[in-house]
């Protein structure tokens, strides 16, 4: 055969074989990409919901349904895992057009709060200094302690400076001072008379006056107040007066 004819059917057939090749590309484009596009301009979907999804599943979850994922700022988030949708917007079942965009908030978790210090507070200032941080006063224990006033706070819970979730309790030791003779007032308040005076005798008081009230809210013999009031340290021995419920013209203890 000839050089030269050879030569151009090579070229031919290359040429050829090229023109195949784009050919399939750009039909393979249009069957996939533009005529899906195409067809579903001016249609709708509903709005699948990730919420709880981690962020590459929601991805796809999103792009298989036709829409555009946008990610925005983490948020603090108590429900749900950190690194998990925790909102959307348009939300779940919304319709809309095709290729919408979809915003998603991640969590960033449960928001988390540093424990304040306490130490050297007294009770009501270490009590407006756990609110200020989103945190409450859990159980109060009292100590003797030769350093620390009466009604100090010596020691706490959980160390400053520790990371817990918001609206966390946080339990302290208080000064009950020097001497062991002193002790904290037990809370009696809304206790019944008969269980006010048994708590009181235990913690080493004795009770003193018993005050009656009209009061139609409560059952009769419950107390309502007390002196010294509760959490207040008083020596051993102490009287503890008590305010207590009764119906009018009922008869009080005691009386004929």
């Known amino acids: 055969m000839n050089p030269d ?22 039909f393979l484009l249009m069957d996939n990409l533009v005529m899906p596009l195409y067809v579903q301009q001016g249609k709708s979907t509903r709005v ?12 796809k ?41 979809v915003y998603l908030t991640v969590s960033g978790g449960e928001l988390l709060v540093l424990v304040p210090s306490l130490r050297g507070k007294s009770i009501r200032d270490g009590t407006f200094t756990l609110e200020r941080f989103g945190l409450a006063l859990g159980e109060i224990t009292y100590q003797v302690s030769q350093d620390f006033p009466e009604n100090t706070i010596i020691d706490q819970g959980i160390p400053t400076g520790t990371n817990v979730r918001k609206g966390s309790r946080i339990d302290i030791v208080v000064s009950q001072g020097k001497s062991v003779d002193r002790l904290p007032v037990p ?28 009061n139609l809210d409560l059952l009769p013999n419950t107390v309502i107040d007390q002196y010294p009031r509760s959490g207040e340290i008083a020596a051993s021995g102490t009287a503890i007066d008590l305010f207590v419920t009764k119906k009018p013209d009922s008869p009080i203890r005691g009386e004929n």
Do not use: C, H, W
């Open 48 to 59: 699948p919901s990730v919420l709880g999804l981690p962020v590459e599943e929601a991805r």
């Open 187 to 214: 809370k009696v308040i809304m206790k019944t008379l008969t269980e006010a005076e048994r708590a009181v005798v235990q913690q080493g008081f004795r009770v003193g006056n018993i005050t009656y009230q009209v």
């Open 61 to 101: 979850v999103m792009t298989d349904s036709g829409l555009e994922f946008k990610e925005t700022e983490p948020k603090a988030d108590k429900e749900y895992p950190v690194g998990t949708v925790a909102f959307q917007n348009p939300a779940p079942g919304a319709e809309v057009k095709f290729g919408r965009n």
């Open 5 to 26: 004819r050879e030569r151009k059917i090579k070229t031919f057939l290359k040429y050829s074989l090229v023109g195949f090749l784009v050919f399939l590309f750009l």
